[in-house]
């Protein structure tokens, strides 16, 4: 979230880190300020644009506790 801010991403709100509560929200131009700053981060990229992956969670049981997700 401070990283958001550093950022210049003033017109973004979060209120959990992995963006899936529907109360996370923001515009399309800080969004693009997030795009752009990701560009340093090669493996954002490669995930962001691979159809199919797979992903083995060490504590799955975590997200049990928050019935929305």
């Known amino acids: 979230m401070r990283k958001a801010k550093s950022l210049g991403m003033n017109n973004t709100r979060f209120v959990e880190p992995t963006g899936l509560s529907v ?4 515009t399309a131009r800080d969004l693009t300020k997030l795009l752009i700053a990701s560009k340093q981060y ?3 990229g490669q995930l962001s644009t691979t159809r199919e992956d797979m992903a083995t969670f060490s504590n799955p049981d975590v997200y049990a506790a928050v019935p929305q997700y």
């Open 23 to 26: 109360h996370n929200v923001s």
């Open 42 to 44: 090669p493996l954002i």
